[in-house]
């Protein structure tokens, strides 16, 4: 194997059993390892594994941080932008063609434990279609209500690309103008062994590489010209969501007009925390920057923090939503270290020396990921914008049978908000009975009211669409 051109690097890192199979390998299994081997950081990776770069300490942020500038729910008309206002400029925004939409969707799944990339689970209530769909559709109804194109760049990995790529076109793009999809692959970070920081082999011819973060996005927009094309395309801003949302508002015009009116650079949804130690990022400022602390680094003390009126002191909790200005993000873009890598302790399927395959029932490695949102302190005049729960967040993390964010919990979350938006335009609905609207037919409350022929009883399962 010392004939193998990286074989000294390796060997300076302590990596080089990756070559143990090397010379059993086919011509073409030999290039794939090659290729993965040429495109590692071995110096990065070793920092990485061994917790050397510096990381912000988040317990000494998180005691001096203050809530950060929002506009709440409680006030909102109030705001010093009112929500008719935002709304004007949204909707401004979006018929002028200036704004996009990014759905990511490069992310394993693990827990969800599905075959397929998450977009594909069939998550509607009564029509069962994916989440893929549900998301796209809302983005097709947006450009038909403003009379414009809002072109949607969809993230992939090598985890989820072919089977996303065919599977949009299998469906036509589920409406949306072949010129109005692009869809975008994201890097990869390999896994290392949690005790010995060795690089882990999945098969004899392949690392064991994970997504590197719905983060990687901005690395990934660049390179796949994503950025280049919406330049052209005069697109200003890009309205950020997770394909395992079914709720999310992609590109909501009030939203859009807040962080167009705030002159803001990243705007984030979030809502009110239920509870204090809720799982959810929590937005706060520090030393006037805007961060977002993950549940896991807060405090619990700080975290239980009150206000005299007894309302939680850290209260914002992100639901993984943002307008990006799109000069911001060519901006951090070119810069490639403004986003930091994250350690997670994850299982990870490997080989041993022999070339046993073995799966771990505990976690065995370390995976390297980048969040987008850690570009909220590059922002200038982040603001941030209170929704509802109910209206907007109802994540698929786990399978059915866990007590939170299951397909169950979130089919039930869509069956009550839109019986909510039907029951208000007065629809008559049997106890216990499941309806859903497709977004082609309505995307919200009002449009229910204009579409909803009176009187109307509805007894059993319901699809709404055109
Ligand atoms: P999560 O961090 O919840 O990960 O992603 P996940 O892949 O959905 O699920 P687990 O943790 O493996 O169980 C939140 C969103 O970010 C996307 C996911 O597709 C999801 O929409 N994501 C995550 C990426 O696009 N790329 C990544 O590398 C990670």
Not at 88 to 97: D, M, P, S, V
Not at 112 to 124: A, C, N, S, V, Y
Not at 128 to 135: E, V
Not at 322 to 334: I, P
Request: charged share 20%; with cysteine; hydrophobic share 45%.
């Amino acid at each position: 194997m010392t004939h193998h051109p990286l074989w000294q690097q390796l060997v300076a890192a302590g990596q080089q059993h990756v070559l143990r199979f090397y010379e059993e390998l086919a011509p073409d299994a030999r290039e794939q390892l090659d290729r993965q081997l040429s495109g590692i950081d071995l110096q990065l990776l070793q920092q990485l594994t061994n917790n050397t770069l510096a990381t912000p300490d988040w317990a000494a942020m998180a005691r001096r941080a203050t809530p950060p500038p929002a506009i709440r729910l409680d006030d909102r008309q109030a705001a010093f932008i009112s929500a008719a206002a935002a709304r004007r400029a949204g909707e401004e925004a979006l018929r002028a063609g200036r704004a996009a939409a990014i759905l990511v969707a490069g992310g394993q799944g693990t827990r969800l434990g599905f075959d397929h990339p998450k977009g594909m689970f069939p998550l509607g209530p009564v029509s069962g279609h994916a989440l893929l769909q549900i998301l796209i559709e809302k983005v097709v109804a947006t450009a038909r209500r403003y009379n414009a194109s809002v072109p949607l760049y969809v993230m992939t990995s090598p985890a989820t690309h072919t089977e996303t790529v065919a599977y949009l076109t299998a469906h036509d793009r589920f409406g949306l103008p072949a010129d109005d999809l692009r869809v975008f692959c994201q890097g990869t970070m390999p896994a290392v062994d949690a005790a010995t920081g060795k690089l882990i082999l999945a098969a004899k011819d392949s690392l064991a590489l994970a997504p590197d973060g719905h983060g990687g996005m901005l690395e990934a927009m660049n390179r796949s010209g994503v950025l280049e094309h919406a330049r052209e395309r005069g697109i200003d801003l890009f309205c950020y969501g997770q394909v395992d949302n079914p709720l999310l508002q992609l590109c909501h015009p009030e939203l859009i007009g807040y962080h167009a009116l705030a002159e803001s650079e990243m705007t984030t949804q979030v809502i009110r925390k239920a509870t204090p130690l809720e799982r959810v990022g929590n937005v706060v400022m520090v030393d006037g920057k805007m961060h977002i602390i993950e549940y896991s680094d807060l405090p619990e003390d700080v975290a239980l923090q009150r206000n005299p009126d007894d309302t939680l002191y850290v209260w914002a909790g992100s639901i993984a939503v943002h307008v990006f200005d799109a000069a911001f993000l060519q901006r951090t873009s070119c810069r490639a270290d403004v986003l930091p890598f994250h350690r997670a302790h994850k299982q990870v399927t490997y080989v041993d020396a022999q070339g046993v395959r073995h799966t771990p029932t505990a976690p065995n490695a370390f995976k390297f990921e980048r969040f987008i949102f850690d570009l909220l302190p590059q922002a200038h005049n982040a603001i941030v914008v209170e929704s509802e729960t109910a209206e907007v967040f109802a994540p698929v993390k786990n399978a059915d049978g866990a007590a939170t964010d299951t397909p169950t919990t979130a089919r039930n979350a869509m069956i009550r908000l839109h019986r909510r938006w039907l029951e208000a335009a007065g629809a008559q609905i049997a106890d216990g009975t499941p309806v859903e609207i497709s977004p082609l037919w309505a995307l919200d409350a009002e449009q229910v009211a204009e579409r909803l022929e009176l009187p109307c009883t509805i007894s059993q399962p319901t699809f709404l669409s055109p």
